[in-house]
């Protein structure tokens, strides 16, 4: 309580200082003021507000924070631009967000020095099992703006009709905690590229358009939690994402008994997110008027069903890219299967399933190889925040599907990564990618697919370039499963050279490696950003050379680490 009493006092104290309507009375924070009327455009866009939850918090809460409180951001001063994601932009607004002017306008939006017109800056209030502890959370230092459409000819439109788009480290909210509400660079940046990486992949992902920081280090923290602290420079981001609810947004409302809050926002998230669940003719607002309607209960198990089908494919397509979360606590989970939230995740180096890739992880709870049983239990959790509308009975049956969507995932992407013919799916298929994974373990995984795919043949025996990637005793092993892709490739119908372009198709040449980014992260703190540029310009396309590298550049962002070069240690701290 004491707490929270503080968060809110330091948002009356900075609302004392810049525009501020948040009103707070008795640990209750809203915004009483009128809906502002946009009558100037956001680069030539307006923002949707039918489909913002900042409009299912004034329409249904006046009187409480129940979604979320508003407020404004507190700006960051002597704020630079790091860089600006033009290929994301350019998918909402015209050309003239790649001019100087418009360039300088959105720093002074990300800054927090202005906000967009027609913005409704909102901290979204939810919570989240924390390493398996219940907190009460929310948006501690992030501010959404709104809902943007995509231009119609983006490919960001299929996968949704609105993004959300919101700024983080843009200054202390009502759940701050005992936070103060910023970033700092190392980061901001990390979850700039990591977005991006995973893109570039193609895996469901949240993004960065763009980062900015203050010249000065002005931000203490203590990176590993062991009394030393350092300074640093705070930054902001600009993120977007189709929707920022996770599994804890409806947690906080059955924990507390907020049932009226509970029950419109799953119908506002059916409206939005899961329309297809609808017959003709239904609606949300007669279906869900209370929460004794059977068809209610119907549709949201089937928005459950969803959600644990989209959690499960998600987390396939992780395993298979060697990508470890570091910190699946139920309010890093998204309702849309997205990866959101990225903090002390990590791709796989030395292939281990036993990788920690948070030093903040003392009882390797998330770890690389738990995630899908981390996934697992965090559905659970999500389920039983559903209750009434979904009965025990009905949580089983649907959480029933969760392991084998995940297998098919995994499989599925793991096939993609050995050039087998995505219309030929084998029963055998699982066992030969379980088998390949047993002889690789200690080899470096990206770069052992990436040598496996450009060395991919048909002799009797393996090239040695794979072979001496492996330990004596698995390269003795790896002979008898390079015989069996002979096999396995005639069942498919493909040739050697169909393989071998489908293989290099889905394994990289640039990963998102902790010494790369650690590279882009010191210079960007020296105030040099052409690293962070670069690794933005390749992880878009990372399957593809990148002929603007030098020779030095490309061994350098193609390779792993040295052998004898220290680990790079991430944590919680940002």
């Given at each position: 309580?004491?707490?929270?009493f503080?968060?809110?006092?330091?948002?009356?104290?900075?609302?004392?200082?810049?525009?501020?309507?948040?009103?707070?009375?008795?640990?209750?924070?809203?915004?009483?003021?009128?809906?502002?009327?946009?009558?100037?455009?956001?680069?030539?866009?307006?923002?949707?507000?039918?489909?913002?939850?900042?409009?299912?918090?004034?329409?249904?809460?006046?009187?409480?924070?129940?979604?979320?409180?508003?407020?404004?951001?507190?700006?960051?001063?002597?704020?630079?631009?790091?860089?600006?994601?033009?290929?994301?932009?350019?998918?909402?607004?015209?050309?003239?967000?790649?001019?100087?002017?418009?360039?300088?306008?959105?720093?002074?939006?990300?800054?927090?020095?202005?906000?967009?017109?027609?913005?409704?800056?909102?901290?979204?209030?939810?919570?989240?099992?924390?390493?398996?502890?219940?907190?009460?959370?929310?948006?501690?230092?992030?501010?959404?703006?709104?809902?943007?459409?995509p231009?119609?000819?983006?490919?960001?439109?299929?996968?949704?009709?609105?993004?959300?788009?919101?700024?983080?480290?843009?200054?202390?909210?009502?759940?701050?905690?005992?936070?103060?509400?910023?970033?700092?660079?190392?980061?901001?940046?990390?979850?700039?590229?990591?977005s991006?990486?995973?893109?570039?992949?193609?895996?469901?992902?949240?993004?960065?358009?763009?980062?900015?920081?203050?010249?000065?280090?002005?931000?203490?923290?203590?990176?590993?939690?062991?009394?030393n602290?350092?300074?640093?420079?705070?930054?902001?981001?600009?993120?977007?994402?189709?929707?920022?609810?996770?599994?804890g947004?409806?947690?906080?409302?059955?924990?507390?008994?907020?049932?009226?809050?509970?029950?419109?926002?799953?119908?506002?998230?059916?409206?939005?997110?899961?329309?297809?669940?609808?017959?003709?003719?239904?609606t949300?607002?007669?279906?869900?008027?209370?929460?004794?309607?059977?068809?209610?209960?119907?549709?949201?198990?089937?928005?459950?069903?969803?959600?644990?089908?989209?959690?499960?494919?998600?987390?396939?397509?992780?395993?298979?890219?060697?990508?470890?979360h570091?910190?699946?606590?139920?309010?890093?989970?998204?309702?849309?299967?997205?990866?959101?939230?990225?903090?002390?995740?990590?791709?796989?180096?030395?292939y281990?399933?036993?990788?920690?890739?948070?030093?903040?992880?003392?009882?390797?709870?998330?770890?690389?190889?738990?995630?899908?049983s981390?996934?697992?239990?965090?559905?659970?959790?999500?389920?039983?925040?559903?209750?009434?509308y979904?009965?025990?009975?009905?949580?089983?049956?649907?959480?029933?599907?969760?392991?084998?969507?995940?297998?098919?995932?995994?499989?599925?992407?793991?096939?993609?990564?050995?050039?087998?013919?995505?219309?030929?799916?084998?029963?055998?298929?699982?066992?030969?990618?379980?088998?390949?994974?047993?002889?690789i373990?200690?080899?470096?995984?990206?770069?052992?697919?990436?040598?496996?795919?450009?060395?991919?043949?048909?002799?009797?025996?393996?090239?040695?370039?794979?072979?001496?990637?492996?330990?004596?005793?698995?390269?003795?092993?790896?002979?008898?499963?390079?015989?069996?892709?002979?096999k396995?490739?005639?069942?498919?119908?493909?040739?050697?050279?169909?393989?071998?372009?489908?293989?290099?198709?889905?394994?990289?040449?640039?990963?998102?490696?902790?010494?790369?980014?650690?590279?882009?992260?010191?210079?960007?703190?020296?105030?040099?950003?052409?690293?962070?540029?670069?690794?933005?310009?390749?992880?878009?396309?990372?399957?593809?050379?990148?002929?603007?590298?030098?020779?030095?550049?490309?061994?350098?962002?193609?390779?792993?680490?040295?052998?004898?070069?220290?680990?790079i240690?991430?944590?919680?701290?940002?």
């Amino acid at each position: 309580a004491s707490t929270r009493f503080l968060s809110l006092l330091c948002v009356l104290v900075l609302c004392s200082l810049y525009r501020c309507d948040l009103v707070c009375k008795d640990g209750i924070c809203d915004n009483d003021s009128d809906i502002p009327e946009q009558t100037e455009l956001f680069f030539g866009k307006t923002f949707h507000y039918d489909s913002s939850l900042q409009k299912l918090q004034r329409d249904a809460h006046k009187d409480k924070d129940i979604y979320g409180a508003f407020l404004y951001p507190h700006p960051l001063p002597d704020c630079e631009l790091v860089d600006l994601n033009e290929e994301i932009l350019a998918q909402f607004f015209a050309e003239e967000i790649y001019s100087d002017s418009a360039r300088d306008t959105l720093r002074s939006y990300i800054c927090g020095q202005d906000t967009p017109p027609g913005s409704q800056p909102f901290a979204h209030r939810y919570g989240g099992l924390q390493f398996a502890k219940w907190a009460e959370l929310g948006d501690g230092r992030a501010l959404s703006w709104g809902n943007i459409r995509p231009n119609s000819y983006s490919s960001l439109s299929l996968t949704s009709p609105v993004w959300e788009f919101q700024v983080k480290g843009s200054g202390i909210t009502p759940y701050s905690r005992d936070g103060d509400g910023r970033a700092v660079l190392r980061s901001s940046i990390r979850e700039y590229l990591g977005s991006w990486a995973m893109f570039g992949l193609g895996v469901p992902t949240s993004l960065v358009g763009g980062i900015v920081r203050g010249a000065t280090p002005t931000i203490r923290r203590d990176p590993f939690y062991d009394g030393n602290f350092i300074t640093e420079h705070a930054a902001i981001t600009l993120r977007l994402s189709p929707s920022w609810l996770r599994f804890g947004s409806f947690q906080i409302l059955k924990k507390n008994g907020e049932e009226v809050a509970q029950r419109k926002l799953i119908a506002y998230t059916i409206d939005q997110f899961f329309p297809f669940l609808l017959n003709d003719g239904e609606t949300t607002a007669e279906l869900f008027q209370s929460k004794t309607s059977p068809r209610a209960s119907e549709i949201t198990t089937h928005m459950l069903n969803e959600i644990i089908l989209r959690t499960a494919r998600l987390i396939g397509q992780w395993k298979a890219h060697g990508f470890c979360h570091g910190v699946m606590n139920t309010d890093n989970m998204s309702i849309l299967g997205l990866t959101i939230d990225y903090g002390p995740f990590g791709f796989m180096e030395k292939y281990n399933p036993e990788w920690v890739c948070n030093f903040s992880d003392d009882n390797k709870r998330y770890k690389f190889d738990t995630q899908e049983s981390v996934g697992m239990w965090n559905v659970k959790q999500f389920a039983d925040s559903l209750a009434p509308y979904v009965s025990i009975y009905q949580q089983v049956r649907a959480l029933g599907d969760f392991f084998p969507a995940y297998k098919e995932a995994f499989v599925a992407a793991m096939s993609l990564k050995l050039g087998f013919n995505p219309e030929v799916v084998l029963p055998i298929d699982e066992t030969i990618v379980e088998s390949i994974l047993e002889l690789i373990v200690g080899a470096d995984y990206h770069q052992f697919f990436r040598v496996l795919s450009s060395n991919m043949g048909s002799g009797k025996l393996p090239p040695r370039a794979i072979t001496e990637l492996l330990t004596p005793e698995n390269a003795k092993l790896f002979e008898s499963w390079w015989k069996f892709m002979d096999k396995r490739r005639e069942l498919s119908g493909l040739t050697v050279r169909e393989q071998r372009k489908i293989m290099l198709k889905h394994n990289p040449i640039y990963v998102l490696r902790n010494h790369i980014a650690e590279k882009a992260i010191k210079d960007a703190e020296e105030g040099n950003f052409e690293t962070v540029r670069t690794l933005r310009r390749i992880l878009r396309t990372p399957f593809t050379k990148d002929p603007d590298l030098s020779p030095e550049e490309q061994k350098f962002f193609s390779s792993p680490p040295s052998p004898d070069a220290e680990p790079i240690i991430v944590s919680c701290s940002s």
